[in-house]
């Protein structure tokens, strides 16, 4: 299957600190790309869609200006966490598609925030 | 997108089939049947979809009832290293769609 990466793949932080997590698609152009959350034992929750070049769309709930995302390119999206807080502290996990093709997610950054 | 209800764990021999149901009774005619499986602290991993016939692929088997309303993937010969979260999700497949995750399955492969 197609490969996705994330970096970094752990980040401890101060609180109010900004932190931001990289996320490439390496062997497909990433059309949309989503980032997703997980808290222990809890299934993912997805956060915001994005699709190359235009703004993403954020779920219910999700605030827009505390979690800032990026689709430059088809092979790269950021997803930056502006002033962190222990709140935030989850598993970050982004996923990408070519298409209408099937979804490969990244292995997860652990963001812990101090 | 159609929602779907899985049992919340399972237990399984190592070396015997692996069976994880899904019910999806409201799925619509243009929704496609995925399945992921989440090993812990891991991001989800692609293991299968299918429309309405059977799929196979080097890693399991996915057999859809003929209304469509479950459908059952099949590990043949399940590893300790299958011990995962496993998720059915139902999905159309257009642009833009997304992927909404339940629950899941728990499956512990036991030796």
């Known amino acids: 299957g197609a490969v996705v990466s994330q970096h970094p793949s752990r980040v401890i932080c101060k609180s109010g600190t900004s932190v931001k997590i990289e996320c490439r698609s390496l062997d497909f152009q990433a059309t949309t790309m989503f980032w997703y959350r997980q808290f222990p034992k809890q299934s993912l929750m997805l956060m915001a869609t994005?699709?190359?070049?235009?703004?993403?769309?954020?779920e219910q709930g999700v605030e827009k200006d505390k979690f800032l995302i990026n689709h430059a390119s088809l092979t790269l999206s950021t997803l930056t966490v502006t002033s962190a807080h222990p709140e935030d502290s989850s598993f970050y996990i982004c996923?990408?598609?070519?298409?209408?093709?099937?979804?490969?997610f990244g292995p997860g950054t652990r963001l812990l925030v101090l | 997108d159609a929602k779907t209800t899985q049992p919340p764990s399972m237990d399984c021999a190592e070396g015997r089939a692996a069976n994880l149901p899904c019910n999806h009774s409201t799925i619509s005619g243009n929704e496609y049947v995925y399945w992921y499986r989440q090993i812990h602290s891991q991001g989800p991993q692609y293991i299968i979809h299918g429309l309405k016939n059977n799929e196979t692929n080097e890693m399991a088997s996915l057999i859809i009832t003929e209304d469509r309303k479950s459908s059952t993937l099949i590990l043949p010969h399940a590893t300790l290293r299958d011990t995962a979260v496993y998720y059915c999700?139902?999905?159309?497949?257009?642009?833009?769609?997304?992927?909404?995750f339940g629950a899941g399955t728990i499956l512990r492969v036991k030796s």
């Open positions: 996923s990408a598609r070519e298409g209408e093709k099937t979804q490969y």
């Open positions: 999700i139902v999905r159309v497949v257009e642009y833009g769609n997304k992927l909404v």
């Open positions: 994005s699709n190359e070049g235009s703004k993403a769309t954020y």
